[in-house]
């Protein structure tokens, strides 16, 4: 029997993603590149704590006019709870999707976001259909997040400057943790270990429909 990739070398071990045994150098080539690796493959979560993400200049982020500073983060804690917690959710509820449409997905609802902000609504959607599935449950969510607040406190509490500064953070934060592999998740595998670190550690419920606790996200 021979790799299922190569077909040269012996196999060593069974890959999910493909549902055939592989070799361990066509595992580490192939890798989140022609295979859709499960988030839960061994070797896929073993590869991730050796993994050395790509270096990131921070002058070249995007938005770069947008300052995101500590205390605006933390006090929208629960925004981005909230937020970073319906990306996860469409992320992982839409198949296929990958950073790279979380990326896209990101820009749009930043771009969406700083219209707004500026008085003139007006949607940006990502052309890319994976990307655009995303932002309509993450725009929602930010809508029904604002709703619900105002309803709550009687008030406008949570502004739209509020939404667009936890948005970049959350763009900011997919370039940092994006490996640059092109079926690469490791995004959505950070956000999906954050959560499950978080709900061990705090497992009092949502309090109005916004999660409660801190935001630990800042790298």
Do not use: W
């Not at 299922?4 to 196999?11: F, N, S």
């Not at 839409?94 to 950073?99: L, N, Q, S």
């Not at 949570?158 to 939404?163: E, G, H, K, Y």
């Amino acid at each position: 029997m021979a790799c299922q990739i190569c077909e040269k070398r012996k196999p060593r071990r069974y890959c999910p993603g493909i549902g055939g045994e592989i070799c361990a150098p066509c595992c580490g080539n192939e890798r989140e590149q022609t295979i859709d690796c499960p988030l839960d493959c061994e070797y896929l979560q073993d590869a991730r704590r050796h993994e050395r993400l790509p270096e990131v200049n921070p002058d070249e982020f995007p938005n770069a006019d947008l300052q995101v500073t500590d205390s605006l983060i933390r006090a929208n804690e629960h925004l981005l709870l909230y937020l970073s917690g319906a990306l996860l959710q469409a992320a992982l509820e839409t198949p296929a999707v990958t950073d790279a449409d979380l990326k896209e997905c990101l820009d749009a609802l930043v771009r969406t976001y700083r219209a707004l902000e500026s008085g003139i609504y007006y949607e940006i959607r990502p052309e890319n259909a994976l990307a655009s599935a995303v932002y309509q449950r993450v725009r929602a969510a930010a809508q029904h997040y604002q709703t619900a607040i105002a309803q709550q406190r009687g008030v406008s509490a949570v502004r739209d400057a509020d939404v667009l500064g936890v948005l970049v953070f959350l763009q900011r934060l997919e370039i940092q943790r994006n490996n640059g592999r092109r079926r690469g998740r490791a995004f959505i595998d950070f956000l999906r270990s954050y959560f499950a670190e978080f709900q061990a550690a705090r497992p009092a419920g949502p309090p109005a429909g916004a999660p409660s606790g801190g935001a630990n996200l800042i790298l």
